[in-house]
Each structure stands twice: as C-alpha cells, then as structure tokens.
T-cell receptor, first 113, second 111 residues
Framework: KAGVTQTPRYLIKTRGQQVTLSCSPISGHRSVSWYQQTPGQGLQFLFEYFSETQRNKGNFPGRFSGRQFSNSRSEMNVSTLELGDSALYLC????????????FGQGTRLTVV | EDQVTQSPEALRLQEGESSSLNCSYTVSGLRGLFWYRQDPGKGPEFLFTLYSAGEEKEKERLKATLTKKESFLHITAPKPEDSATYLCAVQASPNNNDMRFGAGTRLTVKP
C-alpha cells in the first residue's frame, strides 16, 4: 500500500512569491491535514480537508489556503511569502473516522529567501 | 486551551539503558493520544494510539501507557537505531482530525 506522497520535496522561493504544495493521501483515506513544522514552534496544525470541504482550520493568516479534489488529493497554497514561512510542511492522511491514526508524508521543505 | 508538554527535551542513553519519556496533557475531553517517531528531515512515523486511561500498547522495545493526565513511552534496552525525536499528540475535537503536538523529546542512544 503506497504511503502519503508529497511533492515537491524541496522548494526555494523568494519573498513575495506564492507557492503550491501537493499531497496525495493513502488510497481510501478521505481526510487530509496539513501541518507546519519549524524548530521554534514545532508542529502546528494548518487545516484539515474531508470530502473536498475544509473541516477545521488552525491559527494561521489568510495567506495560507488549501483545497481538496474529488480523488482526495490536496493542495495547499501560500501567497505573498515571508521569510518566516520557511518550514517543513507536512501532510497527513487518515481514514473516514476521527480518533484514528494519521499517517504523514515526508514533507516539503520550503525555504524563502 | 489544549496543551501538550513533553519531557525531557533531550535524553542521552547508553545502549541497553532503559528509560521513559513523558507527555503530560490538558485537554477538554481526550479523544485520542498519539505517539510518533521522527527522524531528521523526514515526516513523523506513527507508533501508537491510546484512547483511555489504563490502556497500554507495545511494539518491539517500546511500550506506551496512558493515565488521565499523562502518557509515558517506555524504552527497554534501547539500541542506537532508536535514536530519533519522539512526538506526542492529542486529539480533542470529536468531529475532525486535527492534533495538538508537543515539542518532542530528542533521544540519542550511544553504542
């Protein structure tokens, strides 16, 4: 069974640009969550999508957005990039029900210069 | 507000020296507590889910336990390959899957 796939693995962008990251969940999983991981703040929840609908959102500015497609693949977008957006962005997928384990992808390392 | 605190921040052990990692939490209704292992530059790897006080789960040299206030990850006779950051997370909301993570414990096992 294939795991969670995130693309690209590494990305370098300039301040002010925008970026789109992609996540393909485990087959059959309909919930996709996104997290930002930095050395200072640790892992922080960005948002969760389930059946193409945003179900929950963390405490991040509106520059961070996402969407989910009918095949459960998800994308997140960050507009007007800031230096502080440099982080490892992780996607996790889980099956239909809550309280079940989430499986993470390898992440996308975003560096903003 | 939901809070997860892990201790110690870092732990250095000799190979074979057993120890425990702590995760204390404050949530308004625990739905699940999760342990993950993370190697540098990689995504977290799922280890255990615990749902209720008194529950225990084991996998190889690892054993996770849960009380109403905290969880412990016991590592028995660790090996150098157990070196990693161990993350604890709680899920409190009944209708979605977001998790609140602790800062992690960085474990180093010396041969």
């Amino acid at each position: 069974k294939a795991g969670v796939t995130q693309t690209p693995r590494y990305l370098i962008k300039t301040r002010g640009q925008q970026v789109t990251l992609s996540c393909s969940p485990i087959s059959g999983h309909r919930s996709v969550s996104w997290y930002q991981q930095t050395p200072g703040q640790g892992l922080q929840f960005l948002f969760e999508y389930f059946s193409e609908t945003q179900r929950n959102k963390g405490n991040f500015p509106g520059r961070f957005s996402g969407r989910q497609f009918s095949n459960s693949r998800s994308e997140m977008n960050v507009s007007t990039l800031e230096l502080g957006d440099s982080a490892l962005y992780l996607c996790a997928s889980s099956n239909l029900h809550s309280n079940t384990e989430a499986f993470f992808g390898q992440g996308t390392r975003l560096t903003v210069v | 507000e939901d809070q997860v605190t892990q201790s110690p921040e870092a732990l250095r052990l000799q190979e074979g020296e057993s120890s425990s990692l702590n995760c204390s939490y404050t949530v308004s209704g625990l739905r699940g507590l999760f342990w993950y292992r993370q190697d540098p530059g990689k995504g977290p790897e799922f280890l255990f889910t615990l749902y209720s006080a008194g529950e225990e789960k084991e996998k190889e040299r690892l054993k996770a336990t849960l009380t109403k206030k905290e969880s412990f990850l016991h590592i028995t006779a660790p090996k150098p390959e157990d070196s990693a950051t161990y993350l604890c997370a709680v899920q409190a909301s009944p209708n979605n899957n977001d998790m609140r993570f602790g800062a992690g414990t960085r474990l180093t096992v010396k041969p």
